[in-house]
């Protein structure tokens, strides 16, 4: 069963890195619900169970099974992407939100950009757009851990793969194939 984040209280975390991560987050949940995706319950218990103990940690675990993807931003600026446990469901030509988690090891304030190809397709079926967590732009602010949204949307029904890769500046991607991943949509009518 689905749980809509307006069923709950979000209690703010009482360490600084806590009240941010916590605030974060809760605004990017809220976004997505705003949106009109929901939550799933077991989910929303874990997170309000976490914030009751104040404990950041526990928050980010028990929001992972919500991240779409992950991106890491090494101490030297470097970005890399890799899957994470939510693949949002899509509807051809309507939009959908997923959480990214950002893991900025490099304390930057730059703005993060997607990519998305489509392997195979002559024209790329997908738009993405970044936002941050209340749906403005995708600016870092510089914390270690923080929360974003991808807004996805694909003009064209059925299986579909797309490529993500992000900047964060130019000239960020990583080494090798560490700066892009693969995710499997399945786009309904």
Avoid: W
């Amino acid at each position: 069963m689905d749980m809509f984040l307006g069923a709950f209280a979000f209690v703010m975390l009482a360490t600084a890195e806590g009240d941010d991560l916590g605030a974060n987050l809760a605004s990017a949940l809220k976004t997505i619900q705003a949106a009109g995706q929901s939550l799933p319950q077991a989910t929303a218990e874990a997170i309000q169970k976490s914030a009751v103990k104040r404990d950041a940690a526990a928050l980010a675990d028990a929001a992972q099974s919500l991240v779409f993807l992950e991106v890491t931003i090494n101490p030297e600026g470097r970005v890399r992407v890799s899957p994470g446990a939510a693949v949002p469901a899509m509807k051809a030509g309507v939009a959908a939100l997923a959480l990214v988690k950002v893991n900025n090891h490099s304390g930057g304030q730059q703005r993060l950009i997607p990519r998305c190809q489509c392997p195979g397709s002559d024209a790329n079926p997908f738009s993405v757009a970044m936002m941050n967590a209340k749906g403005g732009p995708a600016d870092l602010i510089g914390r270690e851990l923080e929360y974003m949204l991808v807004k996805i949307s694909c003009e064209r029904p059925g299986p579909r793969e797309a490529i993500f890769a992000f900047q964060a500046g130019q000239g960020t991607e990583d080494i090798g194939f560490r700066g892009e991943t693969a995710v499997l949509f399945k786009v309904a009518d």
